[in-house]
């Protein structure tokens, strides 16, 4: 298990949103602590407020009431100091760059000498597999390839934290389950602390060392549970009693939010 | 190379219509000549002619119709008196004389391209600056798209005159006309193509704590290179055309404008429909350069459209 260092913690938070329509009770009254090391999984139909609530943790969004730190300071601060890595719903490679290049963007924002960007980017294309890549365009490669090329460029300035918004929603269910393992390898080896927003139960119950359960109108957590199921995880655990047993608990939690409309 | 087959059928269509055209056209001009000539001609008088549509004296004179593709001073000459004068006023002449197509090609030439460089520096910069700025939007824009109400060829005599009794005179003027209407559509073209990066894209850099500068650089000046080159095409034609109305009204005395004027005015439409196809070929040429640059530089960059 994570030591118990909170990365991120998130203490009555609360969001509206004006639309055209009237508010919109995005996030409503959100406690959770996120510890070092911790994967972390948000669940919840769409709606309940699981990715805004981590664009609030990155400073694209700004909540109404309440506070979130992020490595103790606020998301504004964190985000200055480029302190978490961020993968969207679409890998969003810029097509104009190739992958080493896309990925080198960070690095040239933030200023890494050439040198070390070189090295970088050969580092963690080794680090989702795409060593040899480097040169190729992003429409040479398929969906999946391109959004671990994504994962690779959030993890090229080597920040701590990991914030995944449905990176794989996009993905076939074989490539999807590919990249889960992969990426609970990668995050074994990087020992970053992730949290990693979906709509699918098995992803969050496989991936998760802390699964965290959303609820719509207005957004709200419905449940936080912690996953007795061992770090080291081949796919076929999927298919024990445990595993089961906390997908289940998740499905329901899902089905207590909804019926409470 | 797929699209040769569809432009040659438009090409073909354009000159089958002209074909048609030169006929109706010329007739009554050719009946005349034909009679002081001593042929038959139907009806006799030439008031009787003047009732009838070209169309229907065609077809009372069918022995008349290949005189008027070859009449000497035709109202709509035929296709092949055009390429006859193309060809004499290109290949034939020497390109310093004042007769020379080439050399009045050249003439407006010149300021068509320093208008476009103008124009669209021009159009560049605003473009930057109503992306940039919430004021310059707001008020730009607006006096941008009125610019282009303002019908140009009222205008361009007025600019020439103007900046004449200044003592400016030669490409300037005529670059400015260009210039005017070759910035409007890179502005429209660059601000959509500068705009063009979604929420997602402008979200990442946010994340990298990017600054607008490297923003501008890395991300919305890249993005805008497909938008930009629509857009030059569209302005570079637009330039050429800027130039030849500043030309028309003004009694210049070379470029292709002042042809088309100098063959209206002394009843010789060849000489005016030579400069007419000679400024098309060049617009052609102008717009297929931009094509070829667009396909290389998309190709560099990774975009090519398939």
Known sequence: MSNEKSVISATNLDLMFQTNDGPIHALKDVNLEINQGDFVSFIGPSGCGKTTFLRVMADLEQPTGGTVTVNGVSPEE?????????????????????????????????????????????RVLELVDLAGFERKFPWQLSGGMQ???????ALSFDADILLMDEPFGALDEIVRDHLNEQLLKLWARTEKTIAFVT????????????IVVMSPRPGRITDVIESPLPKERPLDIRDTPEFLEIAHRVREGLRAGHQDE | MKSVVPVLTVVAAIIGFWLLAVIPMNMHLVADQAQRDGLMVTPEAPADRQEVSGVGLALSNTHLIPLTYNFVRPRLPAPQQVAVELWKTTVEKKITSKRSLVYHGWVTLAPTLLGFVIGTGLGILLAVGIVYSRVMDRSVMPWAIVSQTIPILALAPMVIVVLGS?????????SLIAAYLSFFPVVVGMVKGLRSPDGMQLDLLRTYHASNTQGFW?????????????????????????????????GAKAGFGARMLVGDQYGQPLVSWAALIAAAITAAALVGLFSLIERATLKRMGMAAS
């Open chain 1, 147 to 153: 959004q671990r090329a994504s994962i690779a460029r």
């Open chain 2, 218 to 250: 890395k991300l919305r000046l890249p993005a805008s290179t497909p938008y930009l080159f629509a857009s030059l095409k569209i302005g570079i034609s637009a330039s050429l055309v800027g130039t030849i109305v500043a030309e028309l009204p003004t």
């Open chain 1, 78 to 122: 964190a985000r200055r100091s480029r302190a978490y890595g961020y993968v969207f719903q679409a890998a969003g490679l810029y097509p104009w760059r190739t992958i080493g290049g896309n990925i080198r963007l960070p690095l040239e924002i933030m200023g890494v000498p050439k040198a070390e960007q070189t090295e970088r980017v050969k």
């Open chain 1, 199 to 210: 709509h699918s139960i098995p992803e969050a119950v496989y991936l998760s060392t802390k």
């Open chain 2, 166 to 174: 200044m003592g400016i005179q030669g490409v300037f003027p005529k």
